[in-house]
């Protein structure tokens, strides 16, 4: 299915629609993953995973809200829209957001890109990784192999 690409809006739509109005996903997204989680498949999957059926409800409702905001400018139905893409971004980072046993950093540590131990170096120098890498990056170091046309017939 073909996605419609995201329209940028003109100043004077910028002015009008909501703070997180960027939250909003394209409408075909809503439909897509309502289909995806109603469908004969993903229900088999929910009632092994889960032992019951998953409401699917609320991709319908997004789905609905997302077109009444893309075709009328509903403000209303754009709120519950994003209203509901914040709850579902909350409940994908819940676990992150409620642990309390590391310590969150503001910023990387100081010496982040010092240069790895030496014996790592080693280990490193003979990867296939390693022969990529000097390859990106001095493309005349590595010959390419002369290739020959062997048919059998």
């Known amino acids: 299915m073909q996605y419609e690409k995201p329209v940028r809006m003109e100043k004077a739509d910028e002015a009008d629609s909501p703070k997180d109005a960027w939250m909003i996903r394209p409408c075909e997204i809503y439909d897509d993953e309502y289909s995806d989680c109603a469908s004969f498949k993903a229900r088999f999957h929910q009632y092994f995973v889960f032992g019951k059926f998953v409401d699917c409800s ?41 642990n309390d046993i ?22 490193y120098k003979d990867t296939y990784l390693a022969h990529k890498a000097k390859e990106l990056n001095d493309p005349k170091a590595f010959k390419e192999p002369e290739r020959t046309l062997c048919v059998i017939s």
């Open 58 to 98: 609320q991709w319908k409702h997004d789905y609905e809200n997302c077109v009444r905001w893309r075709d009328s400018k509903n403000v209303k139905a754009c709120d519950e829209l994003i209203k509901s893409e914040k709850k579902r971004r909350y409940e994908r980072l819940k676990a992150h957001i409620d």
């Open 102 to 123: 590391w310590e969150k950093r503001d910023a990387p540590p100081e010496d982040w890109n010092k240069p790895l131990p030496e014996w790592m170096q080693n280990e």
